[in-house]
């Protein structure tokens, strides 16, 4: 099945790609590297692309018709007189004129300037003071200039449309879920196949959920990956899922999520998995690592 046809339709008119690919790559993998993966998504049929400043692999894109594109306002970028040139910072390296999407990456002011987590003399965040009342405004004018199609959080005069957020079985934000739909809200999950084991930026003694014995038994039934056994999973909860590898047949084997379905049992017992753990620590929490090594996917944090 054609992923490009698998869409929900966003409150605003948007229709929106159920299944993206995540850009986020920790700094040991070489920026190629992570270019090459996220061109190679979208030559087998990866039609949504999630990106932010904060991961700074920006990179040339290109304006394409059939490409959804999210980028993400960081924290540092909050007062409203930085919103504009950050958003027009990203559409340069991106060589773009718009962005479909474009989400606050995470809803904490931090200080302004070129660290993206400021920290005092002692090792401390340093915070700034920010009504995002007025971020948003700042944000409304980007999108009545053309700048972005689509924003996310709650506004003045567009109603939001998605929240992303760390969601995956054994965190399934089943509540969230339940308040999004109610509202009008799509949720988007980040984190879906549970982390990459970076020291420092997620509990390093929490289990790994591809390893879950559950999905390994689903998955052999349906004779599919565990990772896509959970991003199925997420769709069938009417979750836009993002997907994140750098291996080639990984990246290609993600896209059997449309082949087939989960039974009504199968969720079930996924749904059983949830134990309200998160896998990733808030940039003010995580451990600052050399310079801009900085978080995987932060997402909206909730």
Not at 17 to 29: C, D, K, M, R, S
Not at 198 to 221: F, M, Q, R, S
Not at 249 to 260: S, Y
Request: proline share 5%; aromatic share 10%; net charge neutral.
């Amino acid at each position: 099945m054609d992923p490009k046809s698998q869409c929900l339709e966003l409150n605003d008119g948007h229709l929106f790609p159920v299944l993206g690919f995540g850009t986020y790559a920790p700094e040991e993998v070489p920026k190629s590297e992570a270019l090459e993966a996220t061109k190679y998504a979208i030559e087998v049929g990866f039609c949504h692309i999630d990106g932010a400043h904060l991961y700074q692999k920006e990179e040339q894109v290109g304006q394409r018709e059939d490409i959804f594109y999210t980028s993400k306002l960081w924290a540092t970028f909050l007062r409203p007189e930085l919103v504009r040139p950050a958003l027009e910072k990203s559409l340069k390296n991106l060589q773009l004129d718009y962005v479909d999407l474009y989400i606050i990456h995470f809803p904490v002011a931090l200080k302004p300037g070129d660290e993206l987590l400021p920290r005092d003399e002692n090792g401390k965040i340093i915070m700034d003071t920010v009504d995002f009342c007025h971020t948003w405004e700042a944000l409304e004018k980007c999108k009545d200039a053309g700048l972005t199609k689509i924003l996310n959080k709650p506004g003045l005069k567009y109603k939001p449309v998605c929240n992303q957020v760390e969601c995956h079985p054994y965190f399934n934000q089943s509540k969230l879920l339940d308040f999004c739909k109610s509202n009008d809200i799509v949720l988007v999950a980040y984190a879906a196949l549970g982390s990459q084991r970076l020291k420092g930026w997620v509990n390093l003694n929490h289990p790994v959920l591809l390893e879950d014995p559950v999905l390994h038994a689903i998955a052999k039934k349906h004779k599919q990956t565990s990772a896509v056994i959970a991003l199925r999973y997420q769709l069938q909860r009417g979750v836009v899922v993002l997907a994140k590898s750098y291996n080639k047949k990984r990246i290609k084997e993600n896209l059997q999520v449309f082949d087939f379905e989960l039974t009504p049992e199968d969720m079930k017992a996924i749904d059983g998995l949830n134990r309200n753990m998160r896998y990733y620590l808030a940039p003010y929490q995580a451990k600052y690592h050399r310079g801009i090594s900085i978080a995987c996917d932060c997402g909206n944090w909730t």
